[in-house]
C-alpha cells in the first residue's frame, strides 16, 4: 500500500494548477443508511491504528465524473448552470435504485467499499458523462472513474505487504460485511483535494438534482 495521490484526468492533481474541480457526485447521507453507518463504523475501528486517512461523514461520495479539462475557478455561473440543467435533463431517464456496499476491500493506496450490481450504477454515470459531454464535448475530462466503488479511507504511508494483509485479515472479520445504500439523486459539487491530509471536500454548485423527475426521497 503507497500513500494516496489525488488525480487530474490522468495526471497528478495539483493545488497550485487546480485549487478546486467540478464533479458530479453521488453524495451518501449516513443518516438515511443507518446500517451503512454501521458498517463503516466497524471498519474504522478495525484500522484505526493503520496509517490511514478515514472519510469523515459528511464526505462519503461515489464519483461519477470529473471535469478535468479546466479549474472550478474557470468555469463561469452561466456554464455551471448549463451543467446542472443538463443533467437535470439526463437525470430524468434514471429511476431511483439501491445498490450493496461491501465487501470492505484493502486497495493499493487505501480502503474502498466494492458497490453492486453494476448496471444501474453504470447508467447513472453514462447519464451524467452524457450530459458533460453535451456542454463541453467527449474531451471534457481524461478521468477514469474505472468501476465504480465508495472510499472509505486514503492511505497515508507506505505498508508492508505483511501490514497489508493483516488489514485484509482484519476488515474481513467486521460484520456486518455489507448494507444497501438508496440512490435518489446526484450532486454537482465543487471539489477541494487536500494533498497533504489526504481528504477530499466540497461545495455544492446547486441543490441534489433528483433521479426519475422527481423529488429527492425523504424519511418520513
Given at each position: 500500500m503507497k500513500p494516496f495521490t489525488f488525480q487530474?484526468?490522468?495526471?497528478?492533481?495539483?493545488?497550485?494548477?487546480?485549487?478546486s474541480l467540478i464533479h458530479a457526485y453521488c453524495t451518501v447521507d449516513l443518516g438515511?443508511?443507518?446500517e451503512l453507518a454501521e458498517l463503516i463504523r466497524g471498519v474504522r475501528e478495525a484500522t484505526q491504528d493503520d496509517p490511514l486517512t478515514h472519510v469523515r461523514d459528511e464526505w462519503f461520495h461515489?464519483?461519477?465524473?470529473?471535469?478535468?479539462?479546466?479549474?472550478?475557478?474557470?468555469?463561469p455561473e452561466v456554464e455551471r448552470q448549463s451543467l446542472v440543467s443538463e443533467l437535470t435533463t439526463q437525470m430524468r431517464s434514471v429511476v431511483p435504485f439501491t445498490v450493496t456496499v461491501g465487501s470492505p476491500l484493502p486497495y493499493a493506496s487505501g480502503l474502498i467499499f466494492d458497490l453492486g450490481p453494476d448496471e444501474p450504477?453504470?447508467?447513472?454515470?453514462?447519464?451524467?458523462?452524457?450530459?458533460?459531454?453535451?456542454?463541453?464535448g467527449a474531451d471534457a475530462t481524461a478521468y477514469e472513474?474505472?468501476?465504480?466503488?465508495?472510499?472509505?479511507?486514503?492511505?497515508?504511508?507506505?505498508?508492508?505487504?505483511?501490514?497489508?494483509?493483516?488489514?485484509?485479515?482484519?476488515?474481513?472479520r467486521v460484520r456486518p460485511s455489507h448494507a444497501p445504500l438508496r440512490i435518489d439523486s446526484i450532486e454537482l459539487v465543487d471539489v477541494t483535494a487536500n494533498s497533504k491530509k489526504k481528504t477530499i471536500t466540497w461545495k455544492p454548485v446547486a441543490p441534489p438534482i433528483p433521479l426519475g423527475g422527481g423529488s429527492r426521497d425523504r424519511p418520513t
Open positions: 487530474q484526468g490522468k495526471g497528478l492533481w495539483e493545488a497550485g494548477r487546480a485549487p438515511r443508511n443507518p461515489i464519483t461519477l465524473y470529473q471535469l478535468s479539462s479546466r479549474a472550478a475557478h474557470d468555469v450504477l453504470n447508467g447513472l454515470r453514462t447519464a451524467a458523462t452524457r450530459a458533460f459531454e453535451v456542454v463541453y472513474t474505472g468501476v465504480l466503488h465508495l472510499t472509505e479511507s486514503y492511505a497515508t504511508a507506505d505498508v508492508s505487504m505483511d501490514h497489508f494483509h493483516q488489514i485484509h485479515r482484519r476488515v474481513r
